[in-house]
């Protein structure tokens, strides 16, 4: 049976910063032999890299490392490999993997993801070439020239309609952003990031973005990588560390158009999961939301069924329920708000450590065995159900 | 002074869209075999495939679906605060614009307001802007 399944063997992670002076190959190199030793392989075990979204000319800040680029300093003897943005959403590389180790095509992948934007910010030339264009073009043409320049425009937008909608107030809201502000305190690779515990005065007084969106609902650059190794069930033997199963995974787009979509791709994806295993929400034990704006997990907690559509706000009132004791513990590390914008991955990383119990100060109780890691927003996104057998 | 608006590059598919606004049109493609709308534009029709589809100039009102004030200046120079709105259109089912609510204070901006279509041009280009309906 298991060798028919995938499994996350490794996590590893670089330094987290902002303007890092580290290269971002060199910084993806650290996590990679973090996770290699986090799992107990050799890096000649390797037979696959995948990446979210695979090398940017003309925006290395945003992915300035390739697959190619570990297989030609790494050695590494790929079988497959893969970097793409044509897919739903981040954790989708891994997504990728699974299917390529189900397959027979690859033992045991590397995943990654790298960002260098805050580095990136800092050398411009450099790393932000293709920022200066004449013309937009593409879907960038349909919301650009009305000065809805960052997707934070976009999100806005639903967030407010939700708040209008259901009633969703910003204290309520305040929730994803404090949640993080604590978990990443207790998150050694995040206090580059966070230095201070967010409170609710201060969130209410915060400089606003985009109504409902303040600073403090919005991630911040960083640079950092983060990896994650996909093993076949039937290379397990090689591995020492718990293997973590991927006992499930969903992902959507319905409209490639932000504007045309009439609700995040978090539901049909959160819906779609279920139909994967017989597992329910209610057995999970923690979940790693997307956080890229404090509004996506409010999707997430109601396109997976943890509460009623429309009752996101109400979910997480108080932040009792979702704080690290509390039912549902989310973004145990920060989320992307408390510890960096590291563009999805983050996600996985977290779920995997926390299912193995060796999140350290940040740990939660209760002998976790199920959590979910999502990614996206917006028009597409992507869920990994991850088990602990 | 506002920096100029970023600039689409015109091509088959969208030149009907951002330069309509120079008839006072606004342009929607609709398919002639099942009349149905494909926003944003493309050669074929996404309801059908159909490949007989056109421009068509829809009645240019429309209703805030959604909106957010913005305060942060995306670009050096650009006048803040100011409306960014989803509008959903009048006469183009299941299509919506993104847009700027122009002419009104943007405290005074809300869900379901009545809007119409005003043409603002820069370099050949007619951006539309939605104000609201009095
Ligand atoms: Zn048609």
């Known amino acids: ?389 | 002074m506002n920096p100029p608006r970023p600039k689409p590059k015109l091509d088959q598919e969208n030149t009907a869209f951002w330069t309509g606004g120079g008839q006072g049109q606004l342009n929607i493609t609709r398919c002639g075999d099942c009349g149905e709308f494909t926003h944003p534009p493309r050669i074929l029709c996404r309801h059908c495939q159909s490949e007989n589809v056109a421009p068509h100039a829809v009645p240019g009102t429309g209703t805030i679906d959604s909106f957010t004030v913005n305060h942060q200046p995306w670009a050096k120079g650009l006048e803040v605060p100011y409306v960014i709105a989803r509008v959903k259109l009048d006469g183009a089912p299941g299509v919506f614009l993104t847009t700027n609510i122009v002419r009104s204070p943007v405290e005074t901006v809300d869900f379901e307001d009545k809007v119409r279509v005003t043409f603002e041009e820069q370099d050949g280009i007619f951006y539309p802007l939605f104000e609201k309906v009095a």
């Open chain 1, 1 to 389: 049976m298991a060798g028919k399944e995938a499994y996350i063997t490794g996590v590893g992670q670089s330094e987290v910063g902002v303007r890092l002076p580290r290269h971002p190959l060199l910084l993806t190199v650290d996590a990679v032999r973090e996770a290699l030793d986090n799992a107990g392989l050799r890096l000649d075990q390797i037979d696959g890299v995948f990446t979210y979204p695979g090398k940017m000319n003309g925006y290395t800040a945003f992915s300035p490392v390739g697959s190619e680029d570990l297989i030609e300093v790494l050695g590494i003897k790929s079988k497959w490999h893969m970097g793409a943005m044509e897919q739903p959403a981040q954790l989708s590389a891994i997504g990728m993997a699974a299917m390529a180790v189900k397959q027979g095509v690859c033992r045991h992948v590397i995943c990654f993801r790298t960002v260098y934007e805050a580095g990136g910010m800092a050398d411009p030339a450099q790393y932000m070439s293709g920022a200066k264009q004449d013309t937009v073009t593409g879907s960038s043409q349909w919301t650009s020239p009305f000065w809805a320049t960052s997707a934070a425009c976009w999100t806005a937008q639903y967030a407010a309609r939700h708040m209008h909608r259901y009633g969703m107030t910003r204290e309520q809201l305040a929730q994803i952003a404090i949640n993080g502000s604590k978990n990443a305190m207790a998150n050694p690779r995040a206090r580059a990031i966070t230095k201070e515990e967010l409170t609710l005065d201060k969130y209410m007084s915060a400089r606003m973005i985009t109504t409902p969106l303040c600073l403090y609902d919005c991630d911040r650059f960083s640079d950092a990588s983060t990896v994650v190794i996909v093993s076949a069930g039937d290379a397990l033997d090689e591995v020492t560390a718990t293997p973590i199963r991927i006992a499930a995974m969903s992902g959507s787009v319905d409209r490639y158009s932000w504007d045309q979509v009439e609700e995040f791709a978090a539901y049909e994806t959160g819906a779609d999961l279920w139909t994967r295993t017989d597992y329910t929400a209610a057995d999970v034990d923690t979940v790693q939301f997307y956080d890229g704006f404090a509004f996506l997990p409010i999707t997430w907690l109601e396109g997976l069924g943890f509460c009623p559509k429309g009752e996101g706000g109400r979910f997480i009132e108080g932040g009792k329920r979702i704080a690290r004791d509390g039912e549902l513990p989310l973004n145990t590390f920060g989320g992307q708000l408390g510890a960096g914008r590291l563009h999805g991955f983050g996600f996985a990383h977290e779920a995997v450590t926390q299912l193995r119990g060796a999140a350290g100060e940040r740990q939660i109780g209760g002998d976790p065995k199920l959590a979910v890691a999502t990614s996206g927003g917006g028009p597409m996104a992507a869920a990994l159900l991850l088990a602990r057998d």
